[in-house]
């Protein structure tokens, strides 16, 4: 009998409940399968997590692991947290679950690897030192950073205007990618790259000193960044007298995988020949600029040519409307793997545009349209976006925002990428415009960017993803808010829907 045979007898026979209600046909399909290996693609409010949880209880309650054989990885504390809580809820008993890099440590422990974790401010003091010692006082380095900000004169006072230019700051942020991301990818050094590419790219001079400084400087006091710890307790894993007791490995948000970490994956597997299952969305992939390769997921069946593939569709988030408003705008992008939402909500005019001349004004009107007993997320590019909407505001321990004279307790600050994975009632949208710091962002990457990492393939690619997210997030409504001058490229897109409403403010 064949597997999905096996699979759609059992769906019969039996059912899983979980959290207050069974699991849909797609999530049993995807709990109950027997594969080694599989994957499971996740649409935006599917129950994945749902899925998770089936997927374990089920394979405890019929025998085929115990609890102690499972390693469940997510990607924040607070993920981490959460589902370890309702693995035991569901189970019975504790399952280890961790983050790649706490999974790391227990790994450098267990092998007897010493260290001290490095402060994650290093690099950035680093390069402040680096520019403030005028490139520890290395003419040859000096000069190419007069050439890359364009002085001819090498003269004190010019040094001091870079110092002083908002262009600086663009420019170290740009080190600190280049450096993140040559590190989260073993195939190439930053030695080899020099050697090949520094004839068109001098600049990579100055990234080479600063990576040499950062690494010395680790190793002079024995500590370890959280790239150091992957890539070290991968060292130990392969090791011949090393063990863990875990046959089976539950990844979540497998589309944020970078390579560092799919090695230590693959060395994980290896000590026991372990069993894997990961979930994710490739429609939420966004954090490319860290070191995370798409191409992993996407790509999943190539590495492993027997696993099996299942997709869970079902939104239990959004409505109908917004989910085909979000799901249009975000399949235009042809690299990703074509799916379609469907759910039990309907709402309508999900989606509204908020065309204003005054930001202020509009942001306080909309607000206090809002039902007071409604959870409210407001999203912003980063954390400098609610200034233009807000004369006057403070943030609380949980970034709740604090507005003098409007009475609402459920309204936090989120950027768009530390609200993934959380839901609310409403979104409330800022920077919808185009510019440097809109959405999208029009900051062009540098070229030298592309040594490093993989090339958009398509225009906007992960603006078009970041932008999914902050729609995905809202169970109820989103209202975009867009200067009536300089809309966004993507209201553009998405204001000809019917589920899509405007509104225009002063």
């Known amino acids: 009998m064949t597997d999905d045979a096996q699979i759609h007898i059992i769906v019969e ?65 607070e993920a981490v947290r959460s589902l370890k809580d309702k693995l035991f809820e569901v189970c019975g008993a504790g399952i280890d679950t961790f983050t790649f890099h706490k999974l790391a440590v227990e790994v450098l422990k267990k092998g007897r690897v010493f260290f001290e974790p490095c402060s994650q401010d290093l690099l950035h003091y680093i390069i402040d030192e680096f520019f403030a010692s005028k490139c520890f006082g290395n003419k040859f380095l000096q000069d190419i950073v007069f050439y890359y900000f364009g002085y001819f004169f090498k003269t004190d006072k010019n040094w001091k205007k870079i110092l002083q230019s908002p262009r600086l700051v663009q420019f170290k942020k740009l080190i600190i990618t280049f450096i993140s991301l040559i590190r989260c990818n073993p195939s190439m050094s930053m030695a080899e790259l020099i050697q090949r590419y520094v004839s068109k790219y001098r600049i990579l001079y100055v990234f080479y000193a600063i990576f040499l400084c950062y690494e010395s400087e680790k190793q002079s006091v024995g500590s370890l960044d959280f790239d150091d710890f992957i890539i070290k307790a991968t060292s130990v894993l392969k090791k011949p007298e090393f063990s863990l007791p875990y046959h089976f490995y539950v990844i979540d948000e ?235 490229r993507f209201i553009r897109e998405v204001k000809s829907s019917p589920n899509v409403e405007t509104i225009h403010l002063l």
Not at 58 to 64: D, H, K, P, T
Not at 308 to 322: A, D, G, H, P, V
Not at 370 to 377: L, R, W
Request: aromatic letters at 12%; glycine letters at 4%; one cysteine or more.
């Open 13 to 77: 026979m039996e059912k899983i409940w979980i959290q207050n209600h069974f699991l849909d046909e797609e999530q049993m399909l995807a709990a109950t399968s027997l594969s080694k290996y599989s994957i499971i693609i996740a649409g935006a409010g599917a129950g994945k997590t749902t899925t998770i949880l089936g997927k374990i209880k089920y394979l405890v309650r019929n025998g085929y692991y115990k609890p102690e054989d499972f390693c469940c990885i997510s990607f924040t504390n």
């Open 254 to 488: 497998f589309q944020d995988t970078s390579d560092i970490r799919f090695n230590f994956i693959q060395a994980l597997l290896s000590l026991n020949n372990a069993a894997l299952c990961v979930v994710g969305d490739d429609f939420q992939s966004i954090y490319h600029f860290s070191g995370c390769d798409l191409h992993l997921f996407l790509n999943f069946k190539t590495f492993f040519p027997d696993a099996s593939m299942f997709s869970i569709l079902n939104t239990y988030r959004n409505s109908q409307q917004l989910i085909d408003v979000a799901g249009d705008f975000v399949q235009k992008n042809p690299f990703q793997i074509p799916k379609s939402l469907h759910s039990p909500k309907s709402i309508s005019y999900p989606i509204k545009i908020v065309y204003y001349q005054n930001p202020q004004k509009a942001f306080l009107t909309i607000l206090k349209k809002i039902d007071p007993n409604e959870s409210i997320f407001v999203l912003g590019r980063n954390h400098f976006s609610l200034k233009a909407y807000l004369s006057s505001f403070t943030l609380g321990p949980d970034n709740e925002l604090i507005i003098p004279g409007v009475e609402h307790h459920f309204v936090r600050f989120l950027t768009i990428h530390s609200s993934k994975g959380l839901e609310c009632d409403v979104v409330i949208l800022l920077d919808v415009e185009d510019g440097i710091f809109g959405i999208p962002s029009l900051i062009k990457d540098e070229s030298v960017l592309n040594l490093v990492k993989k090339s958009e393939s398509f225009p906007f690619e992960e603006e078009r993803r970041l932008f999914y997210v902050a729609l995905t997030r809202a169970k109820k409504y989103v209202y975009l808010m867009t200067p009536k001058k300089n809309p966004s």
